[in-house]
């Protein structure tokens, strides 16, 4: 079966505080691996995705095949960093099929 | 930027009624979906559109509901009678070409009662 397992619902740091937002995935093929983003009263909108291997506003999520995790971090958190987070999984390489969602992780970043 | 525009932003209906949400996607995409997502629940894949018909759909998407693109620019998700159950956040996304990302609307709130 094809999912995406967000454990935490919610997720509370201090600024400055490292920030590890966990994804597990199950698929038994070669998946793409997404984040998206969704700050308050705005649309999601993607984060990162691991094939571009990039650093999007200080995240890093890199593809671990052996444990099936796309954790998604940053060293120092900042307050505007608050928001819901979503882990996302495409069925083999990316071209327009369906996205499976995990449920969300809202991380709250605290002054 | 061009965005997604999903309208209403929210729709209240009573059961058994018909529902048409509608969305304006970025003009020059060509690829279309809806996902939902129940409150406290996943964004779960509805549909995908290309070329003018169904790509793809999943299991929720049955007969009640339709997906049109009557012109060049709108498509729309109807939900022929709706149930309580389909209350929800109903997300309209579009992309272009190749591996280009998925861009969504803001979403439309559905709440059937």
């Known amino acids: 079966a094809q999912r995406v397992t967000q454990p935490e619902k919610l997720l509370s740091v201090f600024k400055g505080a490292p920030v590890e937002l966990k994804c597990n995935y199950s698929?038994?093929?070669?998946?793409?691996l997404f984040w998206y983003v969704q700050y308050s009263r705005q649309r999601l909108q993607l984060l990162l995705r691991?094939?571009s291997r990039e650093s999007i506003k200080g995240f890093t999520a890199d593809l671990n095949k052996g444990e099936t995790s796309f954790h998604l971090k940053k060293p120092f958190a900042q307050e505007e960093d608050s928001a819901m987070y979503y882990c996302?999984?495409?069925?083999?390489?990316?071209?327009?099929?369906?996205?499976?969602f995990g449920q969300g992780t809202e991380l709250s970043v605290k002054p | 930027e061009p965005e997604v525009t999903q309208t209403p932003s929210h729709q209240v209906t009573q059961m058994g009624q018909e529902v048409i949400l509608r969305c304006v996607p970025i003009?020059?995409?060509?690829?279309f979906y809806w996902y939902r997502q129940i409150l406290g629940q996943k964004v779960e894949f509805l549909v995908s559109?290309?070329?003018?018909?169904?790509?793809?759909k999943s299991e929720i998407f049955d007969d009640q509901f339709s997906v049109e693109r009557p012109d060049g620019s709108n498509f729309t998700l109807k939900i022929r009678s709706t149930k309580l159950e389909d209350s929800a956040m109903y997300f309209c996304?579009?992309?272009?070409?190749?591996?280009?990302?998925?861009?969504f609307g803001n979403g439309t709130r559905l709440t059937v009662t």
């Open positions: 698929y038994s093929g070669s998946p793409e």
């Open positions: 996304a579009s992309k272009g070409r190749g591996a280009s990302p998925l861009h």
């Open positions: 691991h094939i």
């Open positions: 559109f290309y070329n003018n018909e169904i790509s793809e």
């Open positions: 996302a999984l495409s069925p083999g390489v990316w071209q327009g099929g369906k996205l499976i």
């Open positions: 003009s020059n995409h060509l690829y």
